[in-house]
Each structure stands twice: as C-alpha cells, then as structure tokens.
C-alpha cells in the first residue's frame, strides 16, 4: 500500500509541479532563455523566493522536466503491450505530440545539455510529486527508479529478443544511438523547418531495426 503523504509534502510538491507548469505555458513555441522567472511566479501565483526554493537556478526547471516527462513515459508503457521498437516509437511519438504545443521545450532542453560537461544528474522524484502525477499507481520506487536510459536499454533488449534489432549492431551501439536520434532527430527537423517531427525519428530509426 502506497504510505499516506502529508498536507505539507502534498502542498510542496503540488506548488512545484505547478511552477514547472507554467514554465511550460510561457515557452510555447519560444526558448526557456527567453522566460522570466517574474513571469513563472506570476502565473503559478508564488513568490521568486519559493521559486528558488525548488529550483535554485532557473535552468534546474529544465531538469525537473525530464524527471517527470521520463516517468510519464515509463508509466504510460507500463500500461500498454508496446514493447522493443513499437515502445521506442512511443517515447518518440511523445517528443513529437508535445512539440505541437511547446516545439521551445525540447530546443531549450537541447541547447542547455550542449552547455553541459557532462549529462545532469536527474533528481528522483518525490512520492508526494509521483503520487498527485499518477494517482492510480502505487510502484512509486519503480517510476521513480525509470530513467531515459533505463528505457531505451529495456526496449533494445526486447528488440533483440524480438529478433528485430539490427545484427550490425551491439545492444550498447543501439542504445546510443538512440540517444542520438531522441535528441539530433529532433533538432534536424527544426533546422530543416520541419513540423513532421515524427518522419524524422522514423527515418533515423530505420538503421537500426532489421
């Protein structure tokens, strides 16, 4: 049975997922860079001090994103029989779904990592926070323990298993691979004024698959 959260932890992470929230509202089709901090606490009606509470640098939201857009996916997978490449297309399929309305949000995303040394460590989420995202769901330390590498990792062994992975390929060259086209997929459609964002994560996943 999933432990009883407390008024205080629910109303924490309820303010949090709401700050990330109205982050999202305000990219819209433009870049994080471009958003105020201001205007963030504006909209979720908190001060700049509780903002950087949860979040002390404003590019720690960017972060936070990815905490909850890879449990989403880990979560939705869960509930359908997708597995090996038709899960894959699904993870992609998200990207592609929610570019419609933020296309600045993985461009912002995009362009932060590029700043980076190496990938940011991703913050585990709270049960609070997994608890108001998935109500109906108790294996809270497995979402949380669900990261995009676990993901592709999981789906490239399906595909092996399947019979469906490329024989030119180890499991580890896959899994790069698709790290590569999650992100440079994405950003050749841009550069390449594309809205069909989904072709081209279709097209770089071909070689992979036999």
């Not at 309305?101 to 989420?125: A, C, D, T, V, Y």
């Not at 926070?129 to 669900?146: C, G, H, M, V, Y």
Request: charged share 25%.
């Amino acid at each position: 049975m999933t432990e009883k959260i407390s008024l205080r932890d629910r109303k924490k992470a309820r303010t949090k997922l709401n700050l990330l929230q109205a982050g999202l509202n305000l990219i819209g089709e433009g870049t994080f860079r471009n958003v105020f901090v201001e205007d963030i606490c504006q909209q979720a009606e908190v001060s700049k001090v509780t903002f950087f509470k949860f979040f002390p640098q404003k590019e720690d939201m960017l972060i936070y994103f990815m905490s909850v857009w890879q449990a989403e996916c880990y979560v939705e997978l869960e509930e359908t029989p997708k597995r090996g490449w038709a899960a894959v297309r699904h993870i992609f399929a998200k990207v592609a779904d929610q570019a419609k309305s933020q296309p600045g949000i993985m461009l912002s995303l995009i362009s932060f990592l590029s700043e980076q040394k190496m990938h940011p460590w991703i913050p585990i989420l709270s049960d609070s926070e997994l608890q108001l995202l998935f109500p109906n769901r108790e294996d809270f330390s497995a979402i949380a323990a669900s990261t995009l590498d676990t993901l592709f990792r999981r789906c490239v062994k399906e595909a092996r298993e399947d019979g469906e992975l490329s024989e030119r390929l180890t499991e580890e060259e896959a899994v790069a691979l698709l790290f590569t086209t999650f992100y440079g997929s994405y950003l050749s459609a841009h550069l390449c004024q594309s809205s069909e964002y989904m072709a081209f994560y279709d097209m770089h996943l071909k070689p992979l698959m036999r």
